[in-house]
């Protein structure tokens, strides 16, 4: 664990709180963490726990790149500068269930009611070094159903394993294509069908031609019409 001390003076509180929680970990056990996730996340899509490791462990240079794409963008700088968080401590539900059903936050709410999911739910990054690099990954991840819910893509493993591709060419991180490659291959037969028929063309497209989706500050485009949001961002729905 982190201490107070370690802490850079001013930081933000997302650098005060990482700081106190990450786990240090020398090179050999980065190592073998990162063995030990691939082989768990590869044998059960479902651990949730181990894909986050897995992405912690094998990311940084794929996290690197996403800094310098979001630092290179207005949207994204404001961002990083910002480390804004989602959650139900930050976004009111309550309010995005009022707006009008074509607005972007009202999409996203009815995603998590009709999936029965919650923005509390990702994992705590703890097995890296640098806060940065951290906060982009936590932004990923709280972010995930976000882009679930542009893409209209439902959370079963068809829907999974095409949003994953989405993210893996969209953003680059080690930890979607594995999640891509190895969760299509859990597929059962009809799926496996629907999948390289539809599913997995689509995704492939709209991760080649999607702007990079790790810049968009969703929290501001709430009310944004979903119709023109897909637009601007190069998103074409699977239909």
């Not at 069908?193 to 709209?206: D, E, G, I």
Request: glycine content about 4%; charged content about 30%; overall charge positive.
């Amino acid at each position: 664990m982190g201490t107070l001390d370690e802490v850079p003076k001013n930081s933000d509180e997302f650098t005060k709180e990482f700081v106190r929680n990450r786990i240090k970990m020398t090179t050999f056990q980065k190592m073998l963490l990162s063995a030990g996730s691939s082989i768990s996340a590869l044998w059960d899509p479902r651990r949730h726990d181990m894909i986050a490791c897995l992405g912690e462990t094998t990311g940084e240079n794929a996290l690197i790149q996403i800094s310098q794409k979001m630092k290179a963008d207005e949207e994204g700088r404001r961002i990083i500068k910002r480390k804004p968080r989602i959650n139900t401590r930050t976004v009111n539900i309550a309010e995005l269930r009022k707006l009008p059903e074509n607005s972007f936050g009202y999409v996203y709410v009815k995603f998590l009611d009709d999936n029965n999911i919650t923005p509390d739910s990702r994992t705590e990054v703890r097995f890296m070094e640098d806060p940065e690099l951290a906060y982009i990954m936590t932004r990923y991840r709280e972010c995930h159903d976000m882009v679930h819910a542009v893409l209209d893509m439902p959370t079963n493993m068809l829907g999974e394993v095409a949003v994953k591709w989405v993210e893996a060419l969209n953003n680059g991180l080690p930890m979607c294509y594995s999640a891509a490659v190895f969760g299509a291959l859990r597929l059962k037969p009809k799926q496996r069908k629907q999948y390289l028929r539809a599913y997995l063309p689509w995704a492939l497209q709209n991760g080649r031609n999607a702007k990079f989706l790790m810049t968009v500050y969703w929290e501001e485009r709430w009310q944004q019409d979903i119709n023109e949001m897909r637009k601007e961002l190069q998103i074409e729905i699977l239909k």
